[in-house]
């Protein structure tokens, strides 16, 4: 991580390197405070922007930050960036200066009560596949080659469980079981979570014929979906990443002739309003996603999109 970098006064935002105890309790609060690796990469990008924004006005200590200055960093950041990501940021920053004054680097928290802009969101932006549309894409892979069974078993994995890609790449072979006479998978969620359920019929043929073809059975502790090892369509020992997924199924979606612009994300909607559609409650949807709230579960309902196209075909001109 580069905020460990041995030349940490170079790769540490510039506003907090003057005093070393605010260097120091920077670096803490990236390394044992923050402990998801998504939050951390967004937070610290936060830190820098207001670094940067400090050092164009003049401010070169902590001492001299004020809320006045934290809410200018809010309208300035308000002219290039989304809102989400605005009080993403502020919420960082807020976060970050409790963590300074809990350390007694500062007297009190400039960012407490700044307000940031108001957002309400009750529809997601992810791109959503219809049923039709995801069978296509999954019947159009090819299946002949190692890397298309696994290609199949992971899209199907986020399609029928409502799996994260984050929790799909970390599965072990040993994540896969048999219980009850059926498959089942277990999913290490973000917070720590670890997230069973059972398999879907499709999604159980999927996953044993790619293990059965890779011959990864009995390597119970290594990872479920690998690598490819150049283009012989042999697989490696290590886990695909969350890009190398991207990639794929960027690649896949235009072979099955779909104009969408789809992503990792889109599987966790389509797969949640598929389920809703068919008359499953939102409250199991909620639990069979490992939501915290069923309002984050509704983002990912895109029921009304149909609605709203058919009412749309009535203007009649």
């Known amino acids: 991580m580069e905020i460990l970098a041995p030349a940490s006064r170079t790769s ?123 069978r296509t894409l999954i019947d159009a892979i090819d299946t002949a080659s190692l890397p298309g069974l696994r290609d199949r078993a992971l899209i199907a994995l986020m399609v029928y469980t409502f799996a994260r890609v984050g929790a799909a790449v970390a599965m072990r072979v040993e994540d896969f079981f048999v219980q009850g006479r059926r498959g089942w998978v277990r999913l290490h969620e973000k917070g720590g979570k670890e997230h069973e359920m059972p398999t879907h019929h499709n999604l159980d043929k999927y996953l044993e014929e790619y293990i059965a073809a890779a011959g990864i059975a009995q390597d119970r502790k290594g990872p479920l979906f690998r690598t490819s090892k150049g283009r012989g369509g042999e697989l490696a020992d290590r886990p695909l990443l969350q890009s190398d997924v991207w990639r794929m199924i960027r690649r896949r979606a235009a072979q099955a002739g779909i104009e969408t612009e789809i992503g990792c994300h889109t599987f966790r909607a389509t797969g949640i309003t598929a389920y809703l559609k068919n008359g499953g409650k939102l409250e199991i ?19 009304s999109d149909e609605v709203s196209l058919d009412e749309v075909e009535r203007i009649g001109i």
């Open 12 to 134: 540490l935002p510039s506003l907090f390197t003057v005093r070393p105890e605010a260097r120091k309790r920077l670096r803490d609060f990236f390394t044992s405070h923050i402990r998801n690796k998504n939050t951390r990469r967004a937070y610290l990008e936060a830190v820098r922007q207001f670094s940067a924004f400090c050092a164009q006005h003049g401010i070169e200590d902590l001492a001299q930050v004020e809320p006045v200055h934290v809410a200018a960093f809010v309208e300035d950041q308000l002219r290039e960036c989304s809102k989400p990501t605005v009080k993403q940021r502020l919420a960082a920053l807020r976060m970050l200066f409790d963590w300074m004054v809990v350390g007694q680097v500062l007297p009190t928290n400039p960012a407490h009560a700044v307000r940031g802009p108001k957002h309400t969101q009750r529809k997601g932006k992810t791109p959503v596949l219809n049923v039709d549309e995801a």
């Open 285 to 303: 949807a909620q639990q069979m996603a490992a939501h915290e709230s069923a309002r984050t579960t509704g983002l990912y309902d895109r029921r």
